[in-house]
Each structure stands twice: as structure tokens, then as C-alpha cells.
């Protein structure tokens, strides 16, 4: 890997590491979680129609297209997004990261009954298994140890963001592959703002006035940097150092976001945390192993957290 494409990387991965650590600021900000997705839904979708119109070239899809770029909207962006801002109300940016980790389980699991060519040999079926182990050792200290009701929800609330990123990105591979990477983002981000802002105007009750700074900050972040530059990242690492290379985004996003937890928000880093990612981390090594779809992390296209 060049120089350029390392820094690339690592960039990429500290900009979507640090994105549970800005969803988090968000919330104590001031901003409910459907508020939140919204304004960065909005920010990341003008950068990339800008970038967009300022290109050219491009050709919108088939009616049916259309209908499946809402869909792709709703199950990749609208509800992982806001399952993961508010399942941060209740536990650690950090468990976050890592029970987010999981995307390429659930997406060798939907795999293998909704695309052909993607069975789930026993390898895989190990893997996926370990990796759920890890996700029962998270959850085993606020279940079995001391039960937290409000935390489990909450890394219930991730884990169905999770399966939703990978529902996406099966999806996208089985029918939008004929749709460019960039236009596909910019036409889903917008959808996914349209599903989440009727719901933020009709069901919270967030005074935009009483938020702080730091939170518009955060919001803008996760729109313009989080969803917006990281998949211009992304699509560069793609061109330059193929598929396989960039989906190793996926290990090093957890390492970030734990990192980021302890230094800025003061999150402790439990050995039960570091049990799962290291179980996880396996489980999502046998299942991905001569991968033909990309281990969603990278997204069904990406993912941004």
C-alpha cells in the first residue's frame, strides 16, 4: 500500500471511529436522535449532490430503481443511523463501535439465502457463531451480572442497525449494482432524510435553540465528514487499493472509536469490551475469508456509522 493510500486509510478509519463519539456529543448536546440523523442526513446529501452537479455525466435510474433506493434508504441509512444515536442514550460510544463490528456477520447470514453465490460454508457458519459469542459477552455483565434494562435496549438498539446495514448492503449488490457509487449515496442519503424528518418534526420535541454549539458541530460532522467525505474516501480506496484492502476498514473503526471514548468522553475500557471485539474480531475473519461481497462495514457501498 503507497504512503498516499496508508494515509487514506487511516484517515477513513478515524473519521468513521470517531463517529459514535460525535453521535454521543450530539445527544448531550441537546439534540434528540431523529433530529440529529436529520440535520446530518441533510448535510451529507447537499455535499454529495454538489460534488454531483459540479461533475456532470450522470443518468438517473429506472422507475424500479427508484423504489429500491428508498428501500435501501430506509433499511442502510434511516434506521441505523437512528438506532445507533439512540441506543447511544444508554450505553458507551465505544460498545457501540463494537457491537456495530458485527455488520459482516449479519451480512454472510442474509447472504446466503438471498444471493446465489454466497453460501454459508462451515467456516462461515463458525465464524458467524463466534462472533455472536462476542456479542453474549457484551451483554452477559447487564443481563446475567447486574441487569440494566435501559442498556440492553440500547445495544439492542445497535444490533438492529447492524442487521440493518447488512440488509443493505445485499440488497444494493443484488439489485443497484448498475447504479454509480456516488449518485447511489447522494439519491439514498436523501431518501433516508425524507424517511427520518416527518418523524423527527411529528414525534420529538427538540428545541433547535436550546442546543449547543459543540452538538450543531457534531450534527454537521456527521453530515459533511461522516457521510459525505468518508465516501469520497472510500470510493478512492476502492479504485486504488481494490476491495479486500479497503474492507479492512472494519477492524480498525472499533480500535478508533474505543480510543477516541476513553481520551474525549472519559468511557472506561472493560475486559469484557475487549473480550467481544477480540471474539468478533475472529468470527468476522473466518466468515469473510475469500469474500466476494464486501464485508458490509465497507458498506453495502459504505456504510458511514
Do not use: C
Amino acid at each position: 500500500m503507497k504512503q498516499r493510500d496508508l494515509l487514506l486509510f487511516v484517515l477513513l478509519s478515524a473519521i468513521w471511529g470517531s463517529s459514535f463519539m460525535f453521535i454521543k456529543l450530539g445527544l448531550l448536546g441537546g439534540f434528540d436522535p431523529l433530529s440529529l440523523v436529520s440535520i446530518r442526513l441533510f448535510s451529507g446529501a447537499l455535499l454529495i449532490w454538489i460534488l454531483l452537479l459540479r461533475r456532470g455525466g450522470w443518468k438517473l435510474p429506472d422507475r424500479r430503481s427508484w423504489m429500491l433506493i428508498a428501500l435501501l434508504a430506509f433499511v442502510n441509512n434511516a434506521i441505523p443511523f437512528t438506532f445507533i444515536s439512540w441506543g447511544e442514550l444508554h450505553i458507551d460510544s465505544g460498545m457501540a463501535a463494537i457491537l456495530n463490528s458485527t455488520v459482516p456477520l449479519f451480512t454472510v447470514v442474509l447472504a446466503h439465502w438471498a444471493l446465489a453465490d454466497e453460501s454459508l460454508t462451515w467456516r462461515r457458519g463458525v465464524g458467524v457463531g463466534l462472533g455472536f459469542v462476542g456479542i453474549l459477552v457484551l451483554f452477559a455483565p447487564d443481563v446475567v451480572l447486574d441487569f440494566n434494562r435501559e442498556r440492553v435496549l440500547g445495544q439492542l438498539a445497535v444490533i438492529v442497525a447492524s442487521a440493518g446495514y447488512a440488509a443493505g448492503s445485499v440488497l444494493a449488490r443484488r439489485y443497484l449494482q448498475h447504479v454509480s457509487s456516488l449518485l447511489l449515496t447522494a439519491l439514498q442519503l436523501s431518501f433516508a432524510f425524507f424517511w427520518v424528518v416527518g418523524l423527527a418534526v411529528g414525534v420529538e420535541r427538540t428545541s433547535l435553540a436550546a442546543v449547543t454549539p459543540l452538538a450543531w458541530f457534531s450534527a454537521v460532522w456527521l453530515g459533511v465528514l461522516g457521510s459525505g467525505v468518508a465516501y469520497l474516501l472510500f470510493f478512492q480506496l476502492l479504485r486504488s487499493i481494490g476491495a479486500t484492502s479497503t474492507t479492512m476498514v472494519t477492524y480498525v473503526i472499533p480500535l478508533f472509536a474505543l480510543l477516541i471514548g476513553a481520551l474525549f468522553l472519559s468511557e472506561s475500557l472493560q475486559w469484557p469490551m475487549l473480550i467481544a471485539l477480540g471474539l468478533i474480531y475472529a468470527g468476522v475473519r473466518l466468515a469473510t475469508q475469500h469474500p466476494t461481497l464486501p464485508p458490509a462495514a465497507t458498506r453495502e457501498q459504505p456504510r458511514s456509522v
